[in-house]
């Protein structure tokens, strides 16, 4: 059975920082892309960084970049989301995906094509309060 369980989520002060956590289990994780998304009330699902173990590469959406860092402990088949300096347009539902790694630029392609993705955690809400 396929797992993508987040943690870390909560509330926390515009400028501060949280760390998200997504342990994965149940398929190949060197195969493929683990992401996160997220989705504020109103507003469709975006991408925020992806990350792919068996080649590293990394991909952030622009609004993130400088601010998150995406990484993994390929051991614990867990992906990290370090949020930081964060903004009260971080507010959302953050989620974490999988889709099957097809290229190097998957990662970034997948970023932009959230529909697209195999595997969907159930979702974790984070509140910028203001």
């Known amino acids: 059975e396929v797992q993508l369980v987040e943690s870390g989520g909560g509330l926390v002060q515009i400028g501060g920082s949280l760390r998200l956590s997504c342990a994965a289990s149940?398929?190949?994780?060197?195969?493929?892309?683990v992401g996160w998304f997220r989705q504020a009330p109103g507003k469709e699902r975006e991408g925020v960084a992806s990350y792919s173990s068996n080649l590293g590469s990394i991909y952030y959406a622009d609004s993130v970049k400088g601010r998150f860092a995406i990484s993994s402990d390929n051991a614990k088949n867990t992906v990290y989301l370090q949020m930081n300096s964060v903004e009260p347009e971080d507010t959302a539902v953050y989620y974490c995906?999988?889709?099957?790694?097809?290229?190097?630029?998957?990662?970034?392609?997948?970023?932009?094509?959230?529909?697209?993705?195999?595997?969907w955690g159930q979702g974790i809400q984070v509140t910028v309060a203001s």
């Open positions: 149940g398929f190949a994780f060197d195969d493929y892309v």
């Open positions: 995906a999988a889709g099957r790694r097809w290229t190097a630029y998957s990662g970034s392609y997948y970023l932009s094509h959230p529909h697209e993705l195999e595997f």
